[in-house]
C-alpha cells in the first residue's frame, strides 16, 4: 500500500537522524515543531476561512435580494400620493412593506407641480428601488364642488411610464393609506392577464370581493354596486404588463367613484374566465382598504343568499365589536 511505504519512509529518515548523535530528544523536538507548525496553518485556515465567511455575510446583507430572487417576474406598484400631514407616515409603512418584496420597483407619484424634497429624502431612507414622478390634477377638476378624481392622473402617468420602459410582469395600484400582506405580492407576481382578490374594510359590507361559486367568478360582492360591471376596490387586483401592453388606449377614467370599472373595462376583451382569483381563490383577506379614519362595523351577512360561496369564509375573518 502507497501510506504504509511513505509510513516506512518516514521513519527510515527518522532513524537515520537519530544515529547521527541527535538522540532522542532531537526526534521529540522535530515532532513538537512539525505539531507546532501544523497548528499554525491550521489557525490560518480557520482564520482566513472566518474572515471570508464574514465578509460574505456583509455583502449578502448589501444586496437588495438574493441572487434566486431576481429571476422572478418584476413588479411594478403605482401608488399615487398627495401633501397631507399623514403623507410621509403612510408612505413610510408603505415603503418597508415592500422593502420585503423582492423585483419590484416602486412608482411614487405625486398630485403636484414639482417633487417635494421632504418625499424623496423619506424614499432614499426606505432604500426600495423607486422611480418619484409628479402628476398634477387637470386645473377643471380642482374647481368642481362635485367629487374630485383623486389620483387618476398619478396612475394614468404610471401607465405611461411602464409602456415607455417595462415589457413584462405585473402592475398594481397601491394606495399609501392602505394594510398588506405581503404574501399577496408573491401571488400576484404570475398573473396571466387579470388577477382578482378581496379587500377588507371597504363600505358597509365590510369587504369588497368577487363571488367565487362552485370555483368561477359568479359576480361581485361590495357595499355599492353603482352599475359598474367590475364594482372592484383599487387594492383588489393587478394586471399583467404584457397584458397591457395590448391595449395601448387602456387608462382610468376621471370619473370619481368609476375609476376601477373605468380602467377594466378599458382592458377589453376581458372574459371572467381569464381572470385569476388570488388569495386562497377569494376566501381570504390580505389586502385591506385602512385609510386613516375610524370604519363602521360590517353589517351581517346574508348567509342564506351566499351559504355556498366564499364569503362564509371571509366573514369569519371581519372584526366586528
Given amino acids: 500500500m502507497k501510506g504504509g511505504g511513505a509510513y516506512i519512509s518516514i521513519g527510515s529518515s527518522t532513524s537515520g537522524i537519530n544515529s547521527m548523535g541527535s538522540g532522542s530528544g532531537s526526534g521529540s523536538g522535530s515532532k513538537m515543531t512539525l505539531g507546532k507548525s501544523v497548528k499554525m496553518y491550521l489557525t490560518i ?23 434566486s430572487e431576481v429571476g422572478k417576474p418584476p413588479l411594478y406598484i403605482i401608488t399615487p400620493t398627495y401633501r397631507r400631514p399623514e403623507q410621509l407616515a403612510e408612505l413610510t409603512r408603505l415603503g418597508y412593506t ?5 423585483n419590484l420597483l416602486w412608482l411614487v407619484i405625486e398630485d403636484a407641480n414639482k417633487t417635494n424634497p421632504l418625499v424623496a429624502h423619506t424614499l432614499d431612507r426606505i432604500g426600495v428601488p423607486y422611480e418619484y414622478m409628479v402628476a398634477p390634477m387637470p386645473e ?28 413584462e410582469g405585473v402592475l398594481y395600484f397601491a394606495d ?26 371597504v363600505t358597509k ?30 387594492a383588489g387586483f393587478a394586471v399583467n404588463i404584457k397584458f397591457l401592453r395590448q391595449r395601448p388606449h387602456a387608462q382610468m377614467p376621471f370619473k370619481p367613484g368609476y375609476e ?23 376566501r381570504d383577506i390580505l389586502t385591506w382598504h385602512t385609510q386613516t379614519k375610524k370604519n363602521p362595523p360590517a353589517q351581517a351577512l346574508n348567509k342564506t343568499r351566499y351559504s355556498n360561496t366564499n364569503l362564509v369564509h371571509i366573514d369569519k375573518l371581519l372584526v366586528r365589536p
Avoid at 98 to 102: E, I, N, P, Y
Avoid at 272 to 279: V, Y
Fill in 45 to 67: 485556515f480557520i482564520a482566513t476561512t472566518c474572515i471570508y465567511m464574514v465578509l460574505y455575510q456583509y455583502h449578502m446583507s448589501r444586496e437588495p435580494f438574493a441572487p
Fill in 98 to 102: 415592500l422593502k420585503h418584496v423582492a
Fill in 140 to 167: 377643471k377638476y380642482k374647481q368642481t364642488k362635485k367629487a374630485k378624481p383623486r389620483g387618476v392622473s398619478n396612475r394614468n402617468r404610471g401607465l405611461e411610464y411602464l409602456r415607455q420602459h417595462a415589457t
Fill in 176 to 201: 399609501d393609506d392602505n394594510t398588506y400582506d405581503i404574501s399577496i405580492f408573491e401571488q400576484m407576481r404570475y398573473i396571466s392577464k387579470v388577477g382578482m382578490w378581496p379587500v377588507g374594510l
Fill in 205 to 234: 359590507t365590510g369587504v369588497s370581493s368577487p363571488i367565487i361559486r362552485n370555483g368561477k367568478l359568479d359576480g361581485y360582492y361590495d357595499g355599492w354596486i353603482g352599475g359598474r360591471k367590475y364594482p372592484v376596490d383599487m
Fill in 260 to 282: 376601477e370599472d373605468g380602467f377594466l373595462r378599458s382592458l377589453a376583451p376581458l372574459d371572467n374566465d381569464e381572470i385569476d382569483l388570488l388569495a386562497d381563490e377569494c
